[in-house]
Structure formats: C-alpha cells, structure tokens
C-alpha cells in the first residue's frame, strides 16, 4: 500500500477510514500489535484489558472443550485473542475461536486465494464454526449485541457468551439470519451444547473464586 495512505492518517482510536487493506502495511501492523484494537465500521478502536476473572474463565472452558474433543479425536486447536476479519471495515478481536477440520481446509483456501505466502501470518478470513466471547465489563453491549449481529452476517454457526461477572454462559446457534439460544446456565448449573455430542459443562469450574 502507498506510503501516503498511512503518513496522513495517525494511528489513534477514533480516527476513521481504517479498513482490513491498512493492516497490510508493516508499520501500522506494528502498532496493531503492540495494542488490543478493532475496526469498528473503519474506526480504529482501542479494546480494554481482559480481567483477570475472564481470562481465567474463558481457559477453563476451552481446557473442558479441548478434553472433550481429544477423547471423541476431534480437531482440538483452539485459538485466543484471535483477528477475525468480518469485512473490509470490519476486523475484530475474538476472544476464542475453534476452528473445525473444515474450517481450516477453507482457511487454507482463502488464505491462497488472497496471495498470501505464510498462513501461520494471516487473520481468520473465514467463519469459524464457534466463537467465544468473554464479556468485559462496561462493554457488556459490544459483545451481547454488535458482535452478536456481526457474527450472524458473516455466517458465524455457533456463538458463545461467557460472562464472568453474572457467572453465565449463552450458548447461541445461527437459525438463519440471527440466532436463538441453543443451551444455557449460571452459577453451579450444568450447560449442555449441542454443538458438541455428549459434553457437559459444569459450570461452578469456569469461575474464580
């Protein structure tokens, strides 16, 4: 990308006009990195830290899922922290992301088909058969609503909502255009998914106490 596309507009959150295409520039990938940001309808915005709560939360239930698909010998890489790209003004940071055997056949996919040399290096350009969302606190909305929507456009089957804070768990799945709740608990209750055959998920393990 020319030099002159980036050298008139500051890397700062709020600032406008940001697409997928900036990203691919080495200088502003390197601010990228050394932040948590996200563009937001091409608006650089800066993400808040993850508690130490969440974090802990979201380990323990992709530690439950990763043993659950080893014993069934199912793909069991999940990734955290993870660049999904919705659209050309739209990429956002996913908080897990579990990609199936056939997702990552049609990332391979993508990835030669936009030119790229090295896909360890290149964002998730697919829908991802699940994402998990940990829920910050005082952007309650960023995730229960605009990424709930988001992620339905961009054909997201399966989307879960973990809240550390209300010590719960939404389990959503993509009925056409939106979604509607597949499984859900709080507290010490048990949460059964359909996504995955016989997994149970006690939800009392998720929270730190």
């Given at each position: 990308?020319p ?7 500051p ?13 691919e ?75 199936s ?11 030669r ?46 989307y ?46 998720l929270?730190?106490?």
């Amino acid at each position: 990308m020319p030099s002159t596309v980036t050298s008139s507009r500051p890397f700062e959150p709020g600032t406008t006009g940001w697409t997928v295409a900036d990203l691919e520039d080495p200088r502003i990938e390197a601010h990228w990195f050394n932040g948590r940001y996200e563009i937001v309808e091409g608006v650089l915005t800066k993400m808040p830290a993850a508690y130490f709560s969440g974090s802990a939360s979201l380990n323990e239930l992709i530690y439950l899922l990763k043993t659950h698909l080893r014993s069934r010998g199912l793909p069991d890489r999940f990734g955290t922290e993870v660049d999904v790209v919705l659209g050309d003004d739209r990429v956002v940071v996913a908080d897990g992301v579990w990609l199936s055997g056939q997702d990552q056949n049609r990332q391979a996919e993508a990835v030669r088909f936009a030119g790229k040399t090295d896909g360890r290096r290149v964002r998730i350009l697919v829908p991802p058969t699940l994402i998990i969302e940990s829920v910050s606190l005082g952007h309650e909305l960023h995730d229960r609503r605009t990424k709930k929507r988001w992620y339905a456009e961009f054909g997201v089957p399966h989307y879960w909502i973990l809240d550390p804070a209300s010590r719960s768990l939404q389990c959503l799945v993509l009925d056409g255009a939106s979604y509607r709740l597949d499984a859900e608990g709080r507290d010490q209750e048990e949460v059964r998914p359909a996504l995955f055959e016989g997994l149970t998920i006690p939800l009392g393990t998720l929270w730190a106490e």
